[in-house]
């Protein structure tokens, strides 16, 4: 029998080992390699580097106060209400106060002052006829001296206008953060930055719901979104977002991760200004600083989170006031708080203040002048990216007493164009204690008090007088002037 014909070999080879496939995949790993580098790059650069550009805080004088000290009971209640500190009926907590006719308990709040860090206490003083009597502090009872946080009058600002303040995650409140994590992300200390089993459980949730009660990113992969990343709604942005959150939980720990997103997120809008961080939001919302909050007012920072507009507690109370009922619910549901507490704190108003406690125009004239003064001194950069802390000799209540003294003249004239500006300076030290530009006291254009020219008149007669009396060999208070007319170029 002819031998048989072995059978023909095929041409092609097994996929993986052709060399197309193979030049295809290298190509590939190295994109990978490369993208995954220039990722892992912007993560450490940003979360090592300057975080965020933080405005310069301008500061009022701080009102200083001793046994002796002149103080009118209206006008320093006016500056407590300036402060948003709150009239109760006993003394609880700082920034409240009480007051009975002449007399005054107050509980400072711990404050910042160049001379260093003042802590919270107690205070109680009488007023007679205007003058400041019987201070004393059971806080600091070998003190006869005492000031009150300084009111903010304004700021200088980065151009991505952002007001901010930051806190260390040691200042931040442990109920804000149990309720921030029973609400966003429940898994946070135990995931690598995302939760496969955190988006399975919210789809569930929000299926029982009929709507979308909870999201399924992590907290990392949110401020991975706010902190690197654009709004677009795309595959290519979300697998950015979850490699990046890898990366950032394999480089930083959790206290670094929350305590930045604590301070980053963005919680509503003032005007042309936008409010990021808890810190800054308690003040907006609530006029008082975080660690004064009790835990419905936390719950419902928390729950702004979710859509700051839509949740604005101003605009749309009845949908703020679920929101925040939802997060206390979830708080009771992953053992944060008793439901005896539940039921208490959900029969709790919003108590937001009516009006921003955030100022940044009310003394428009003289944040001209500070501004002017802090360019010839310091970098435009620096002002407006370096957190600076810029304490002023604004007195409110001598600027109060000067807004109302102006409307009351140009209120008395017919000329309702008639135009005005003055600056009211300390007799003592030439301090300037306040400023007014023009008739409306909160205009922000052409500063009168600095830059309108008008003849000097017989304002110059003392500095000319005093001029002449530096030399007494040459003049004295009986010599003879000539006072013929005389022109001088």
Known sequence: MPARKPAPVSGKRPFFKRPLVWKCLTVSALVLMAWLIYLDAQVRYKFEGKRWALPAQVYARALELYDGRALNAEQFQHELRLLNYRAVRHLSGPGQFVRDQQH???????????????????????????????????????????????????????????????????????????????????????????SPWSIARAMWVNMRAGRVVQGGSTLTQQLVKNFYLSRERSLWRKLNEAAMALMLEAHYDKQAILETYLNDIFLGQHG???????????????????????????????????????????????????????????????????????????????????????????YPAFMDMVKRQLQREYEDEDL?????RIFTTLDPQ????????????????????????????GVAN????????????????????????????????????????????????????????????
């Open 272 to 362: 042309n200004m936008a409010v990021h961080g808890f810190a800054t939001a308690s003040r907006f919302y609530f006029g008082k600083a975080l660690n004064e909050c009790h835990l419905h007012e936390l719950a419902l920072l928390v729950a702004i989170i979710k859509g700051p507009s839509y949740y604005n507690p101003r605009r749309y109370p009845e949908r703020a006031l679920e929101r925040r009922n939802l997060v206390l619910k979830l708080m009771v549901d992953q053992g944060y708080l008793a439901q005896g507490a539940y039921d208490a704190w959900v029969a709790m108003p919003l108590d937001v203040v009516s009006r921003p406690a955030l100022q940044h125009d009310r």
């Open 104 to 194: 005054f308990a107050i509980w400072r709040r711990a404050h910042h002052l160049p001379e260093g860090e003042q802590s919270d206490l107690r205070l109680s003083f009488q007023l007679h006829k205007d003058v400041v009597q019987e201070l004393s502090s059971i806080d600091a009872p070998d003190s006869g001296f005492f000031t009150l946080e300084p009111f903010k009058i304004g700021g200088i600002y980065p151009a991505s206008q952002e007001e901010r303040e930051v806190l260390p995650y040691a200042e931040m409140p442990e109920l804000l953060i149990s309720a921030l994590l029973a609400t966003e992300d429940q898994n946070f200390f135990e995931h690598w930055g995302i």
């Open 430 to 489: 030439g301090e300037v204690l306040a400023t007014l530009g023009d008739r409306d006291p909160r205009y922000k254009g052409f500063n009168r008090a600095l830059d309108a020219s008008r003849p000097v008149g017989s304002l110059i007669k003392p500095a000319i007088y005093l001029a002449a009396l530096e030399e007494p060999e040459n003049y004295h208070l009986l010599s003879t002037l000539d006072n013929t007319p005389f022109r001088l170029e």
């Open 384 to 388: 407006r990216s370096e957190g600076l």
């Open 398 to 425: 001598v600027q109060e007493n000067l807004e109302q003294a102006a409307a009351k003249v140009l209120a008395s004239r017919s000329d309702k164009e008639l135009q005005l500006g003055a600056v009211i300076t």
